[in-house]
């Protein structure tokens, strides 16, 4: 970044005003006194190569993707990251001066901080891992958790085929089971996950019973809003420890941060408070 430059970054989507992300970067370029910007951006698919390569042209540094532009990103990159070729997605681009656009995905990674931040003598090698849903945060997730030596990952998706191409790509140590015998998989799983919308605000209700969850599971959610879900209810009701989904974001967030404008950011309380009540 140079003095006479004011450094910009954003959040690219279709929609997009209800993302948290500008909060949480506005916040810490306060924090650290950067004269940035960090600007949500509504972007149709038919219009995003367009302004991805326009972007660095008018002072960006880079950019997150969220939903339905993380696998079209990927297409548009120049340069892609192992593990963003891994999941098949990105959520963190990074502009270099030639105009380049590199792709990282930072979700497994947000994941499993926010996890190790509220638990931290959790270990994914002490069983089985039981998923709900298996859309590119669970592709995430699940490269995650391989990565972090979880001995079984069984997934339930409410297409099957869904799941199914992802114990394809990820191999043996994936287990599928039919949505209809999703409550199956929890017995003597030691971290449940939910990536699934069921139970956010606008969608379905979650209606999946968790009679077979171990009181000794840590459960986890990507949802947010709300910020405890009938899923962490549930596992909280059976006395599991449970973990809600804001701090996956702003975990995912750092690394993007500090790429772009040259500075580690750190998760705090006063951050989540700023987030929750933005």
Known sequence: MTENKIPLAGVIGHPIAHSKSPVLHQYWLKKHGINGHYIPMDVAPENL?????????????GCNITIPHKESALK??????DRAALIGSANTLIFSENGKIHADNTDGYGF???????????????????????GGASRAIIAALIESGAPEIRIANRTRARADSLRAQFGARVVVYDWAQAPNMFEGAKTAINTTSLGMQGQPDFRVSLDALSDTAVATDIVYSPLKTRFLEAAEARGCKIIDGLGMLLHQAAPGFERWFGQRPEITAELREAVLTA
């Not at 190569?49 to 540094?61: D, N, Q, V, Y």
């Not at 548009?76 to 990251?81: G, L, M, T």
């Open 76 to 81: 548009i990159a120049d340069v892609i990251s």
């Open 112 to 134: 499993i901080s926010n996890i190790r931040d509220s638990i931290p003598n959790w270990s994914a090698q002490a069983g089985p891992a039981a998923v709900l849903g298996a």
């Open 49 to 61: 190569e367009t302004i991805l390569r326009s972007l660095p042209k008018a002072g960006f540094l």
